[in-house]
């Protein structure tokens, strides 16, 4: 699978719109991208997957560019509940790999 | 309510002494796993389960062994514990594959 790069940290002022990025330059056709997140010491939290088209559900929007190679996770109204570790994670789904491989993520902090 | 569930959430033991750490889920999901998750580590999984009877290793298999004998449970059996395997523990299932998997809430597991 594919490798992905976020950067360590980021913060975010309560209420605004939080755009987590992620670089996943060399992925393939068949593999999708997936954001989970990660309160602190609790189990991980699947937030949404994509494969080329922008995404949303009722916790976030995922903007995937046309190339593929890069992605942003938006939270669009940020609480201070938002403060998690975030992982952008790429998958081939249609291998015979059957893990999800969590990297370290971005620690993003909603600040008051 | 959905949810996987694992018992015991805490739990102090010696070298050498058998445990098991159980994991139930709820949602009739095909695919259930394992994680370890350690300080600068990361989240690494142990071994995983596509269906009943149907087992394989993760990254860090090794000290582990697990079974699947029923759909919704998954016990994870460390039948010789080491100082080197405290750790964080957490379940996961997911409907089929590991692309959207629900978390427990973790066992914390101290090996003296």
């Known amino acids: 699978d594919a490798k992905t790069t976020q950067p360590t940290s980021m913060d975010c002022a309560e209420g605004r719109a939080a755009n987590l990025p992620c670089n996943h330059s060399?992925?393939?056709?068949?593999?999708?991208v997936y954001w989970y997140r990660q309160i602190h010491s609790q189990g991980p939290q699947y937030i949404i997957h994509?494969?080329?088209n922008n995404e949303t559900n009722e916790m976030a929007s995922l903007i995937i560019t046309e190339d593929r190679k890069s992605s942003t996770l938006i939270l669009p109204h940020a609480t201070l509940r938002d403060t998690a570790v975030y992982y952008c994670?790429?998958?081939?789904?249609?291998?015979?790999?059957?893990?999800?491989?969590f990297g370290k993520g971005t620690l993003l902090t909603v600040n008051p | 309510e959905a949810q996987v569930t694992q018992n015991p959430r805490y739990l102090i033991t010696v070298t050498g002494k058998k445990l098991t750490v159980t994991c139930s889920q709820n949602?009739?999901?095909?695919?259930m796993s394992w994680y370890r998750q350690d300080p600068g580590l990361g989240l690494r999984q142990i071994y995983y389960?596509?269906?009943?009877?149907?087992?394989d290793k993760g990254d860090v298999p090794e000290g582990y062994k697990v079974s699947r004998k029923e759909k919704r449970n998954f016990p994870l059996i460390l039948e010789s514990p080491s100082p080197n395997q405290t750790s964080l523990y957490f379940c996961?299932?997911?409907?089929?594959?590991?692309?959207?998997?629900?978390f427990g809430p973790g066992t914390r597991l101290t090996v003296l």
């Open positions: 994670i790429v998958r081939d789904r249609g291998g015979s790999n059957y893990k999800l491989t």
């Open positions: 060399t992925i393939s056709g068949n593999e999708y």
């Open positions: 994509g494969l080329k």
């Open positions: 949602m009739n999901h095909e695919y």
């Open positions: 389960s596509m269906n009943v009877e149907v087992t």
């Open positions: 996961a299932s997911a409907g089929q594959g590991p692309d959207t998997q629900y």
